[in-house]
């Protein structure tokens, strides 16, 4: 109980630092959508309390962002009393090793796939046809695909984890290589909330991770022994 008042505390006291930039945080975000397309200058808001309700959302998705190691370190803290002492000294590689992973995947998603998924869906509009994005919708699109991206980001990591763990082995993963392919894609598609553009995008970055997933795995993960090799 005590680490996941911690985690809420952690989430609240990054979301509340995140709304003093939230401004400053929605400009860099909106600025590739007014690059992407000459149309668009401006966003939009229907209702009077969008704006700020758009700038609390936005400051509680960019808390939980920053705030991802902390949580995650609580996370592995919570299931250390549980491991060997050998296995909790792994805490500091696994939340560094993931925290990376994360954070890559959300630069990734933010300054590659996104404004190539912006050009190409503002690519549609036309003097007969103008886009009016409303800043709310655009702003969670957004952080949610960060979000997304860092998330499945992880898959390479627990891959060798699982090996380290002696549960697989590399050549389970290359066996079992089309399902895993099919699960990523379905996972892309519930991550990208079944935007096929980005779950297109999402997904070839993805097989790549997984198949430097197995090369890694087949490095560092646990030998398993056979039986005959056990018998010797």
């Not at 491991?83 to 630069?107: C, D, M, P, Y």
Request: net charge positive; charged share 15%; aromatic share 18%.
């Amino acid at each position: 109980r005590k680490r996941l008042v911690r985690s809420f505390i952690a989430i609240a006291l990054c979301s509340v630092g995140s709304y003093f930039f939230a401004e400053q945080i929605a400009q860099f975000i909106i600025k590739p959508l007014f690059d992407a397309s000459p149309m668009v200058y401006r966003m939009v808001y229907t209702n009077l309390p969008e704006a700020f309700i758009a700038y609390i959302k936005l400051a509680l998705l960019v808390g939980l962002v920053v705030s991802f190691p902390y949580l995650l370190y609580q996370a592995w803290s919570f299931v250390a009393p549980g491991l060997h002492a050998h296995e909790r000294k792994l805490a500091v590689t696994v939340v560094f090793w993931s925290t990376v992973l994360f954070f890559s995947g959300g630069a990734f998603a933010l300054f590659s796939v996104l404004p190539k998924m912006l050009v190409y869906l503002m690519s549609y509009a036309h003097p007969g046809l103008e886009p009016l994005p409303k800043l709310g919708k655009y702003l969670t699109f957004v952080i949610r695909m960060i979000i997304a991206f860092g998330l499945a980001f992880q898959i390479p990591f627990l891959m060798v984890m699982t090996g380290k763990a002696g549960l697989v082995q590399a050549s389970y993963f290359r066996t079992k290589r089309l399902y895993f392919y099919a699960a990523i894609v379905v996972l892309a598609f519930l991550l990208s909330t079944g935007d096929f553009m980005a779950t297109a995008l999402l997904s070839f970055p993805l097989f790549g991770l997984y198949e430097a997933g197995i090369f890694l795995t087949a490095m560092f993960g646990k030998k398993i022994k056979s039986d005959e090799d056990s018998q010797k």
